[in-house]
Each structure stands twice: as structure tokens, then as C-alpha cells.
């Protein structure tokens, strides 16, 4: 795959990111792409490829060396991460996992022998883990979840369900939330580590979903589940910070897989108009066709450049909520526009699995909606700007 200098420029790289990123390339193209359409169509992904993800430090992103991560700077991981997208973005999001909606909470809140138990061994792939908020009746509003927990002695005891929990299949354990009191709003809400054999704990992936087929999601149900003291995170009643301490670099690793996998969506109609002939000619010369791949190369280059300035701001130790909000819900509506203009210039191969628009475009609806949906993003913006948030 090589770079359309269009499209690439945007960001200059230092050698060593630039030296990440293809080693990245190189992997993906190699090792990752032969497997996609194959464990989309099993809604599984392949356990060996996680083994040799873990071979070559993938998992480690902004997790400390210390705590066996890479120690990455955010706009690196942005562009690793996003180098994945262009090939596979599931790939990406067990990248992302470790530093963001598992590992963050645990890098940010854990205790010492949490952080060297749960972290460091996701951090090297030795464990993996899932991220638990979403409730069948609460998604968007976190802070209305009903899992309860109580105290019994030295352990708590967790009873409810979550719903759209994604990694069922391959977890070792569950970062996940629950109430002690409902009527305590979010400072009722603390942050637990489940192990994924607990008794109690039951799993029940769902199958045929629209998209993100090769990570299996599906229901998580507590029943008097009883965990020791220590798998506790953070205090009592700091769950739902502990829950929100995670979604920063999650939106900033969901705002990068958008603008790989768009770019990808690009790439492809790039390949293929030229291709292909109608009415005698080929349909990259139709200037409606032109107009097209100018507005979806225009798309990723400003979702690009949006998430990169809200990596870079992250970089300089800065909070970047509004930042991130904008480019996690600016690539999505980016990629969404870019996979639907690419389905339609492929015609209708452009809906065969054979060409990975298809999959691209299933895919990009649902990057519309996890993170925080769309329309949240763009509240929270409207909130900053209006002074109601600081
Ligand atoms: C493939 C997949 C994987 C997922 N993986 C995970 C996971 O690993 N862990 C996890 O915890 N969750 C996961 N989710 C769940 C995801 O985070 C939620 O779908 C998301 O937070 C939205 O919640 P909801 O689906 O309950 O929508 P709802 O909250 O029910 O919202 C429905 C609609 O109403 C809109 N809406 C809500 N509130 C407002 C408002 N105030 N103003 C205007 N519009 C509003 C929403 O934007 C949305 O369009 C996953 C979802 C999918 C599809």
C-alpha cells in the first residue's frame, strides 16, 4: 500500500513514528489482511494473530514501560492505530484496549498490585479484557445504569446485566459498573474488575450484527457475583470518573480507526474507477465521479487533521474533551459519507463481499454510535461552547 501524498502529508512524523507506522503497514499487509473477510464472515477474530500482535508489542500504546506498555505519545498511537484501521480496525480496537476503555481505568485508578495483576499483562497481550457500561436499558446515560452491588463482609456482591459488550469471546476479565444506591446518581457508581470465569458471571454473545462482525459483543449477566476487596477500582463511588477517565483516548482511538478506515474506503474507489467502464469510458473520468472522490479525499483529510490537533493537545498534557468529541463524531460522519459515496461508485460490486467497501460501509454505521453516540458528541460540543461546560 503505498502513501497517495494527497492524502498522507498532512502530519509530518519524526523517523521513529514514521518507523512505527510501517512496521504497522508492514504487519497489516501481511499478516492481517489474508484473515479480515474470513473472520468477519465467522464473527470471530483469529486468537493466533492476537499471539502475534503480542509478539511484536501492539497492545502496549500509552500503557507506561513500566507497566509493559509502549509508552506512547497520543499522536503516535493516533497514527499506529489508524494505520491498522486502513486494513482492519478490529485489529485496532484490541490495539486501543489496553489504553482505553480496559486499561485506562486501571492506569488511572489502579492500586499498585492492580496495575502489575491486570494492566501489565494486558498491556503485553498476555491478558485481555473487556469494558462493561453499556446496561440493555441504559447506553447513553451512563450515570442511569441499575447493576447494584452491596458489601457482604471483606467482598462485594454484584447482581444485573450489561448489554453491547464487546470482546465476549476472547476476555479474561471485565472492567465493569455498578450502583450501591440508584438514588445516589453517579457518586452511587463504583468500578469493578470481574474475572470472566467468576461464578456468576454468564456470557451470551449475539450473532449477525450489522457490522463489527469479527469482535463478538454481546450480554454480560451478573448473578451474585462475589469479588474480594481488591477488585475494586478506585474508591467507592468514583466508578462513573473512572468510567469517563476511559473515554478520552477510547474516542481518540475510535476518531483514528474512522479515518483508516475511510481512507481505505478511498483507497479503493481510487483503484477501481478507473477500472471500470461505462458508456466506453472509465467511471473515474465522469466529473460527477470526480466530484465525489475530491469531497471523500477532503473528508479524511480534515478528519485527519482534526484528530491529530486533539492528539497533539492530549500530548501536551491538556484535557481535550471538546477536541476529541468533535473528531470522534466529525471521522464517523466523515467515514459514513466516504463508505457510502465508495459503495456507490463500485455499482453494485460495491455490495458484493468480494470488495471490502461493503464490509467498510456495514462497519462505518456503527462507528456513528459506539463511544458515545453522535448526536452526545455533539451536545457536549454545544455545551462547551456555550459556556455550560468547563
Ligand atoms: C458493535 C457495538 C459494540 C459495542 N461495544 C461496547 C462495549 O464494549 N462496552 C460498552 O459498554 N458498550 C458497548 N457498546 C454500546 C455503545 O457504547 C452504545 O450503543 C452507545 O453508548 C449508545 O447507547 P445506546 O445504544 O443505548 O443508545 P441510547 O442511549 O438508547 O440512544 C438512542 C438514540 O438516542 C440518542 N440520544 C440519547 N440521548 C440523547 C440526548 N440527550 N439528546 C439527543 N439524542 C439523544 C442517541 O444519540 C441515539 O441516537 C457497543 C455497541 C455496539 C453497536
Redesign the pocket.
Known amino acids: 500500500m503505498a502513501d497517495i501524498p494527497v492524502l498522507s502529508d498532512c502530519t509530518p512524523l519524526t523517523p521513529e513514528q514514521n518507523d512505527l507506522r510501517l512496521m504497522v503497514r508492514e504487519f497489516a499487509a501481511d499478516r492481517v489482511a489474508p484473515l479480515v473477510a474470513e473472520a468477519n464472515e465467522r464473527e470471530r477474530f483469529p486468537r493466533q494473530l492476537l499471539t502475534e500482535m503480542a509478539g511484536l508489542g501492539l497492545f502496549g500504546g500509552l500503557v507506561p514501560e513500566e507497566y509493559g506498555g509502549l509508552g506512547l505519545d497520543h499522536l503516535t498511537y493516533s497514527v499506529v492505530i489508524e494505520e491498522m484501521a486502513r486494513v482492519d480496525h478490529i485489529a485496532a480496537v484490541y490495539m486501543s484496549m489496553p489504553s482505553s476503555?480496559v486499561g485506562a481505568g486501571l492506569r488511572h485508578y489502579g492500586t499498585e498490585e492492580q496495575k502489575k495483576r491486570w494492566l501489565l499483562p494486558l498491556a503485553k497481550g498476555e491478558l485481555f479484557g473487556?469494558?462493561?457500561?453499556?446496561e440493555p436499558r441504559?447506553?447513553?446515560?451512563v450515570a442511569g445504569l441499575t447493576t447494584a452491588y452491596r458489601a457482604d463482609g471483606d467482598e462485594f456482591v454484584l447482581s444485573g446485566s450489561?448489554a453491547?459488550?464487546?470482546?465476549l469471546d476472547n476476555a479474561d476479565f471485565l472492567i465493569t459498573f455498578a450502583t450501591r444506591d440508584k438514588s445516589l446518581g453517579r457518586k452511587g457508581i463504583s468500578a469493578f474488575i470481574v474475572p470472566a470465569d467468576a461464578p456468576g458471571v454468564t456470557l451470551r454473545p449475539y450473532r449477525n450484527?450489522l457490522?463489527?462482525r469479527s469482535i463478538s459483543?454481546g450480554d454480560v449477566f451478573l448473578d451474585e457475583v462475589r469479588l474480594p476487596a481488591d477488585h475494586l477500582l478506585g474508591e467507592e463511588g468514583q466508578g462513573f470518573y473512572v468510567a469517563m477517565g476511559a473515554v478520552e483516548s477510547g474516542r481518540l482511538a475510535v476518531a483514528s480507526r474512522a479515518v483508516g478506515q475511510a481512507h481505505a474506503a478511498l483507497e479503493d474507489t481510487l483503484a477501481y474507477a478507473p477500472e471500470r467502464v461505462v458508456f466506453g469510458q472509465a467511471v473515474s473520468d465522469f466529473q460527477l465521479t470526480k466530484a465525489k472522490l475530491a469531497d471523500m479525499a477532503t473528508g479524511v483529510v480534515t478528519a485527519r487533521l482534526l484528530t491529530h490537533a486533539a492528539a497533539r493537545l492530549m500530548d501536551t498534557g491538556d484535557r481535550a474533551r471538546p477536541q476529541l468529541s468533535m473528531a470522534k463524531q466529525y471521522a464517523s460522519d466523515v467515514l459514513q459519507s466516504v463508505a457510502t459515496e465508495a459503495v456507490q461508485v463500485h455499482g453494485a460490486y460495491g455490495t458484493s463481499p468480494e470488495y471490502r467497501v461493503s464490509r467498510i460501509y456495514r462497519d462505518a454505521k456503527?462507528f456513528q454510535?459506539?463511544?458515545?453516540?453522535?448526536?452526545?458528541h455533539r451536545?457536549l460540543v454545544a455545551d462547551y461552547l456555550l459556556g455550560n461546560r468547563k
Open positions: 476503555l473487556a469494558g462493561g457500561v453499556t441504559s447506553g447513553s446515560d450489561k453491547w459488550i464487546s470482546n450484527k457490522g463489527f459483543t456503527v454510535l459506539v463511544e458515545g453516540a453522535n448526536e452526545i451536545l
